[in-house]
């Protein structure tokens, strides 16, 4: 009967450093034009601005107003690891605040992101740690013990997020990139942000950006019609 309540698996194998320290290098506005898996919807926001985290992902679902799997689960947790909560469809009580952030950053904990709300957002700020959720709430979790899953697939704003999967989390949103796709996604990622910075010198050297990206050409060639 256990099992049925509370779904414990081992923390995941982290991803080298050497590949979370290029992702940290890129944007997930620049893998948007490119990849379209693992986006968290636009409403997960950070709660702090300039902020950018890559890092290995640890997975959390608790349901409602319970958060004691939370608290149990935290302390497994630590550097390198980002924490990615679902809230089984919750979006009114508040599972992560000034505690759960204080105990988070005193374990090293590289950021955290609820599919739903938080609380005491000053504590965060003041804590400087990065969050990303739908908003703030007052209304919070309780002790229930009615449980939950820890390191078991979960869904993140509508993206499916396995334990194990790197992270890039900015202030465009958060993105989540399975391990076998994350070469390929950190060298076009890559190659791409080359580019941008070519075209962004053009731009302000005076070339028009209709003209550039051949979309002038594109209506023109309608016009003439």
């Known amino acids: 009967m256990s099992n049925l309540v509370y779904k414990m698996s081992p923390m995941p194998a982290p991803i080298p450093q050497d590949k979370l320290d290029r992702l940290a290098k890129l944007e997930t506005a620049t893998i948007g034009h490119f990849y379209h898996f693992g986006f968290a919807t636009p409403a997960i926001q950070p709660v702090l601005q300039g902020k950018v985290i890559a890092a290995t992902v640890a997975t959390l679902a608790i349901p409602g107003l319970d958060s004691t799997l939370l608290h149990h689960c ?28 204080r105990m988070a950053a005193m374990i090293g904990l590289e950021g955290g992101c609820v599919d739903g709300p938080h609380t005491d957002t ?58 076998d796709d994350l070469d390929e996604v950190i060298e076009q990622a890559e190659i791409k942000t080359a580019r941008g910075l070519v075209n962004e010198a053009k731009i302000t050297d005076g070339t028009h950006l209709g003209t550039m990206s051949g979309a002038s050409a594109m209506v023109q060639a309608k016009l003439d019609v």
């Open 74 to 101: 935290l302390s497994q947790c630590g550097p390198g690891y980002f924490l990615a909560v679902d809230r089984l469809g919750d979006t009114k009580y508040a599972c992560w605040g000034g505690g759960v952030t």
């Open 122 to 179: 000053a504590e965060i700020i003041e804590q400087d740690f990065p969050m990303w959720s739908r908003g703030a709430s007052p209304v919070t979790t309780r002790l229930y013990d009615s449980g939950g899953g820890f390191n078991v697939p979960v869904c993140i704003g509508g993206a499916a997020v396995l334990p194990g999967y790197a992270v890039l989390a900015d202030e465009s949103g958060v993105l989540f990139i399975a391990p």
